[in-house]
Each structure stands twice: as structure tokens, then as C-alpha cells.
């Protein structure tokens, strides 16, 4: 080192110091002197006990505090899912009444409904048959009225048949003796002839109205619809909204019939067929066949979706739910 630069005489200085606070020092021996130190070394191993018993208790203080902390914690998430947990119980055991509720209405509905639909059907059933009854008893009451009309109308007319042909064979006697006679006899026939003449075509012309009157009224025709009245005659009733319309069309298959709606036109349209062995001959043909068409206007709109039908015993049912749009709509005030 250079003895000239001011490094060296900061180093001289600082020695120097040293040298300077050494001697002002008391002298201790080295007995004492070590007594001294350990004694310092005591007090230092003591505060550093006494320091680390400190950090010690200290941390487990902390450590009590952490565990506190995270016990409240748990407490506190505990208690929120207890919480969290009876509250979706809650709503599950609602969620499961209200589920046994509508499945228990809908169940109570299905079964009135069933019964309802039972009772309907029954109903339909005895109105059915009612009206299946009082129409054959109609039909028989008709068909005696008209066998019996068609009896006497028939008794009349061979009657009246009978007195033209005696008139007529009077007329030819009255003719003949006339001629046998010669003509100066004449004058005293001739009035009784011009009677004859009279009463003969009279009873010619009522044969011949009696001939009409059957052919006109129509029972002798094969077709079903024949003489002008409509087939299938029908009855209609009205249940509420809708509409019954039971109809009888007997030895119609269930194939051959249809049903159309549109709007309020109902239309019902088939064929009854009527077979006849191999080489028979008939002698008395009273059953109807053919094909037959009914248009019937309703008073109101027809819901077609809605249309059930019902053919049995050739009993045909058809049931006729009114539109939605022609239902009346009740507006609370």
C-alpha cells in the first residue's frame, strides 16, 4: 500500500482509535473478564429464551386464532348447507305433493271422464233403442196402414173392374137384342144403352185412376229412396251444444257406408245390396235396395274433427259437436 495516499492514513487513524479506546478501558482480569462473558452469555441465552417462548406463544396463539377462525368457518358452511339442505328437501317435497295432486286430478278426471263417456254412451244406447223401437213400431204401424189401404184401394178397383165388365157385357147383350130387333125397335133401347155407355167408361176411367194412384204412390219401386220419400228417415236431437242424429239403415254393411261434414251440411250416402240365389225366380219383392243419399243442413257449424259415429244392429249413431266459433262466449262484467 502507498504510504502517501489518504487510504492509508484513514487506516493509521482508525488503528490508532483502537489503540486509544483499549487503554482507556478499566483493566479487567480474565478470570473476571470470563465470569463477564458467560454472564452476558446467560443474559443473552435468557432473552433469547425468553424471546423465543414469546414467538412460541405467539404462534400458538395465532395458531388458536387460525383454528377458531376455521371452525367458525366450518360452523357457519355447516349451517348453510343444513340450511341449503332442508330447503331442497322443502322444495322437492313440494315439488312431489303437487306431482301426487295433478296426477290425482288427472286420474279423478280420466275416471269421471270414463264414466261420463259410459253414461253418454249408454244414454245414446236407450235413445238408440227407443228410437230404433218407436221407428219399427212406426214402420209397422205404416206398412199395416198401407197394406190395408193397398188391400182396399186394390178390393175397390177389381170391384170397379168387375162393374165395367158386366157393364160391358150388358152393353154387347143390349147391342145384340137390338140388332135382333131391327131398327124400329131401336128408339127404345137407346136410352137404357146411353146409361150403360155412361157407368161403363165412369168405372173404366176409376180403374185406371186406381191403376195411377199405385204406381204413383211408390211401394211398388225397388230403389229405397222411391216414391219421394227420404231414405234414411232420421231422428234429431239436440243435447246442449251438440247435436244426435240416430238414423236406421238395416242390412247396410259397415263398408258401404260414409260420412262427409262440411260447414253445416251433413251428407251420409251408401248402398244397400240385396242378393238372390242362382237361378231363383222372385215371387214377392218387398225389401228395398240401392244406393241412397241424405243431405241434411244443420242449424249451426259442424266441428268435423269432432264427429264420431256409431253403427251397430243397423242402428247408425252419429254424434255432432258444434264449432268452436259458434259457441256463445260468456265475457264477465
Given at each position: 500500500?502507498?504510504?502517501?495516499?489518504?487510504?492509508?492514513?484513514?487506516?493509521?487513524?482508525?488503528?490508532?482509535?483502537?489503540?486509544?479506546?483499549?487503554?482507556?478501558?478499566?483493566?479487567?482480569?480474565?478470570?473476571?473478564?470470563?465470569?463477564?462473558?458467560?454472564?452476558?452469555?446467560?443474559?443473552?441465552?435468557?432473552?433469547?429464551?425468553?424471546?423465543?417462548?414469546?414467538?412460541?406463544?405467539?404462534?400458538?396463539?395465532?395458531?388458536a386464532r387460525r383454528r377458531e377462525e376455521e371452525a367458525e368457518a366450518q360452523r357457519r358452511d355447516d349451517e348453510e348447507r343444513i340450511q341449503r339442505e332442508g330447503q331442497a328437501k322443502k322444495r322437492a317435497?313440494?315439488?312431489?305433493?303437487?306431482?301426487?295432486?295433478?296426477?290425482?286430478?288427472?286420474?279423478?278426471?280420466?275416471?269421471?271422464?270414463?264414466?261420463?263417456?259410459?253414461?253418454?254412451?249408454?244414454?245414446?244406447?236407450?235413445?238408440?233403442?227407443?228410437?230404433?223401437?218407436?221407428?219399427?213400431?212406426?214402420?209397422?204401424?205404416?206398412?199395416?196402414?198401407?197394406?190395408?189401404?193397398?188391400?182396399?184401394?186394390?178390393?175397390?178397383?177389381?170391384?170397379?173392374?168387375?162393374?165395367?165388365?158386366?157393364?160391358?157385357?150388358?152393353?154387347?147383350?143390349?147391342?145384340?137384342?137390338?140388332?135382333?130387333?131391327?131398327?124400329?125397335?131401336k128408339g127404345r133401347f137407346a136410352p137404357e144403352s146411353r146409361g150403360w155407355k155412361a157407368r161403363a167408361a165412369e168405372a173404366c176411367e176409376s180403374f185406371k185412376q186406381a191403376l195411377d194412384s199405385c204406381r204413383e204412390?211408390?211401394?211398388?219401386?225397388?230403389?229405397?229412396?222411391?216414391?219421394?220419400?227420404?231414405?234414411?228417415?232420421?231422428?234429431?236431437?239436440?243435447?246442449?251444444?251438440?247435436?244426435?242424429?240416430?238414423?236406421?239403415?238395416?242390412?247396410?254393411?259397415?263398408?258401404?257406408?260414409?260420412?262427409?261434414?262440411?260447414?253445416?251440411?251433413?251428407?251420409?250416402?251408401?248402398?244397400?245390396?240385396?242378393?238372390?240365389?242362382?237361378?231363383?225366380?222372385?215371387?214377392?219383392?218387398?225389401?228395398?235396395?240401392?244406393?241412397?243419399?241424405?243431405?241434411?243442413?244443420?242449424?249451426?257449424?259442424?266441428?268435423?274433427?269432432?264427429?264420431?259415429?256409431?253403427?251397430?244392429?243397423?242402428?247408425?249413431?252419429?254424434?255432432?259437436?258444434?264449432?268452436?266459433?259458434?259457441?256463445?262466449?260468456?265475457?264477465?262484467?
Open positions: 500500500m502507498d504510504v502517501d495516499t489518504p487510504a492509508f492514513s484513514q487506516e493509521i487513524a482508525r488503528f490508532c482509535d483502537k489503540i486509544v479506546k483499549a487503554l482507556r478501558k478499566p483493566w479487567v482480569s480474565p478470570e473476571e473478564r470470563r465470569k463477564q462473558e458467560e454472564t452476558a452469555a446467560l443474559r443473552r441465552a435468557e432473552e433469547e429464551r425468553i424471546r423465543q417462548e414469546a414467538e412460541a406463544k405467539k404462534r400458538a396463539e395465532e395458531e317435497d313440494e315439488e312431489a305433493r303437487r306431482a301426487e295432486d295433478a296426477k290425482r286430478r288427472q286420474t279423478e278426471e280420466a275416471e269421471a271422464e270414463a264414466a261420463r263417456q259410459v253414461e253418454e254412451e249408454r244414454r245414446v244406447r236407450e235413445a238408440a233403442e227407443a228410437a230404433r223401437q218407436a221407428e219399427e213400431r212406426a214402420r209397422e204401424a205404416a206398412g199395416a196402414t198401407r197394406d190395408a189401404r193397398e188391400k182396399r184401394e186394390a178390393a175397390e178397383a177389381a170391384e170397379r173392374a168387375e162393374q165395367a165388365r158386366r157393364l160391358a157385357e150388358a152393353e154387347g147383350a143390349g147391342k145384340a137384342v137390338e140388332a135382333a130387333r131391327g131398327p124400329n125397335s204412390s211408390g211401394w211398388l219401386e225397388a230403389g229405397p229412396s222411391g216414391g219421394g220419400t227420404a231414405y234414411p228417415q232420421m231422428n234429431v236431437f239436440r243435447k246442449g251444444d251438440d247435436f244426435i242424429i240416430i238414423t236406421e239403415i238395416p242390412g247396410v254393411k259397415k263398408s258401404d257406408l260414409e260420412v262427409q261434414v262440411n260447414e253445416r251440411m251433413l251428407r251420409f250416402f251408401g248402398e244397400k245390396s240385396i242378393g238372390f240365389p242362382e237361378k231363383a225366380s222372385v215371387h214377392r219383392r218387398e225389401r228395398l235396395s240401392g244406393r241412397f243419399d241424405r243431405l241434411v243442413t244443420m242449424p249451426v257449424e259442424i266441428d268435423p274433427d269432432g264427429v264420431k259415429t256409431n253403427y251397430r244392429d243397423g242402428i247408425l249413431a252419429l254424434f255432432l259437436p258444434r264449432a268452436k266459433n259458434e259457441k256463445a262466449k260468456t265475457i264477465k262484467v
